[in-house]
C-alpha cells in the first residue's frame, strides 16, 4: 500500500480589538464602564499569537496549509482582522456583534469559538490565541476552549515547536520558579505570553504592500445566532469608579517620630 500523505495543519488565531495599550483609561460620565471613544487595536496578546502563527508556518513551510483569524465584535472590528490579514494570515471570519452591545464574556467567546471550528470542513489543528485581553485581564478563554473541545491545552507558552508528522506540539510554558516543558498531541489550544517576544519573536509591522494585499483577502461575516450561540453575558456591571488618588506619603527623622505618626493614623502594635 501507498502510505497515505500527512494532512496539511490548519491553524486558527483568535484576536480582539481593545483599547490601546498607550491610552490612559478613564471611566465614562455614567460609570458603567470605561470611555470606549479613544483609540483601538489589537490585544497585545493576540498580536504575538499571530506573529507565532506566521513563523510556525515560515519553519513548516508547506506543512501549514493555512492561517484563520477570527474576531467577536462590533463592525470596526475589521479593522483589527486586516492588520492580522496584513501581518500574514490567509482569511478571517467577523463574528459581528452591535456597536452598542456589550462585549462577550469568556465563556461566550469559547462557546462562539467552538461553533466556528466544528464549522471548518477542513479541521482546526492549532489554536493561538493570547493569554488574556488587557481590557478585562480575564485570562480564561483558551482554558475555556479546551474544556468545550476536549483538547490538549498549553497555556503562557514561550516556545512553540510543532512536528506535523508525529502530530504532537513541543511547548515551554511560564511557571512559578522556572519553565516546564510540554508535549501536546494535536489538536492543541495555546495560549501566548509577552516572554514569547523576549524569547522569540516581536510582532512584525505590516508593510504597506501586505496592506495592500490584505484588503483583497476573503473576510466572512456572521453572526451569534448563525453559529447557535447565545452570547448574552451572565454577569451585570453595576458601577464602575476610578480608585482613590494616593495622598503624597512625609518624610519622619526617626523611628519616635514614625511611631508617633502611626498612632495618629490608627496604626497600633499587638505584642506576639
Not at 514561550?158 to 520558579?177: F, H, L, M, W, Y
Not at 519573536?201 to 466572512?220: D, F, G, T
Not at 508617633?260 to 496604626?267: D, M, P, Q, R, V
Request: net charge positive; hydrophobic share 40%; charged share 30%.
Amino acid at each position: 500500500m501507498r502510505p497515505s500523505a500527512v494532512r496539511l495543519l490548519n491553524i486558527l488565531v483568535p484576536i480582539k480589538r481593545a483599547v490601546d495599550y498607550a491610552v490612559k483609561i478613564r471611566v465614562n460620565p455614567e460609570q458603567t464602564g470605561i470611555d470606549l471613544n479613544v483609540k483601538h487595536s489589537m490585544n497585545p496578546f493576540d498580536e504575538i499569537a499571530v506573529e507565532e502563527a506566521v513563523r510556525i508556518r515560515e519553519r513548516l513551510k508547506d506543512a501549514v496549509k493555512s492561517i484563520k483569524v477570527v474576531t467577536i465584535g462590533p463592525p470596526k472590528s475589521a479593522e483589527t482582522l486586516r492588520t492580522a490579514l496584513a501581518m500574514g494570515a490567509d482569511s478571517a471570519v467577523h463574528v459581528e456583534i452591535p456597536e452598542s452591545a456589550p462585549s462577550p464574556e469568556p465563556l461566550g467567546v469559547a462557546k462562539t469559538l467552538k461553533a466556528l471550528i466544528e464549522r471548518q470542513k477542513e479541521g482546526v489543528d492549532i489554536v493561538i490565541l493570547g493569554k488574556q485581553a488587557i481590557d478585562d485581564d480575564a485570562g480564561q478563554t483558551g482554558q475555556m476552549l479546551a474544556g468545550l473541545m476536549g483538547w490538549s491545552q498549553a497555556t503562557f507558552a514561550s516556545k512553540v515547536e510543532v512536528n506535523p508528522e508525529q502530530k504532537i506540539a513541543n511547548i515551554t510554558r511560564e511557571i512559578d520558579g522556572g519553565l516546564e516543558e510540554l508535549r501536546c498531541k494535536l489538536p492543541v489550544i495555546i495560549t501566548t505570553d509577552l516572554r514569547q517576544v523576549q524569547l522569540l519573536n516581536e510582532p512584525r509591522y505590516a508593510s504597506l504592500p501586505n496592506i495592500m494585499k490584505a484588503k483583497k483577502k476573503p473576510v466572512e461575516k456572521l453572526t451569534a445566532a448563525e453559529l447557535g450561540v447565545d452570547i448574552t453575558p451572565r454577569l451585570e456591571t453595576i458601577k464602575v469608579t476610578e480608585p482613590p488618588k494616593r495622598v503624597g506619603g512625609g518624610k519622619v527623622a526617626n523611628v519616635d517620630e514614625l511611631l508617633a505618626k502611626l498612632k495618629e493614623a490608627g496604626f497600633t502594635g499587638k505584642r506576639a
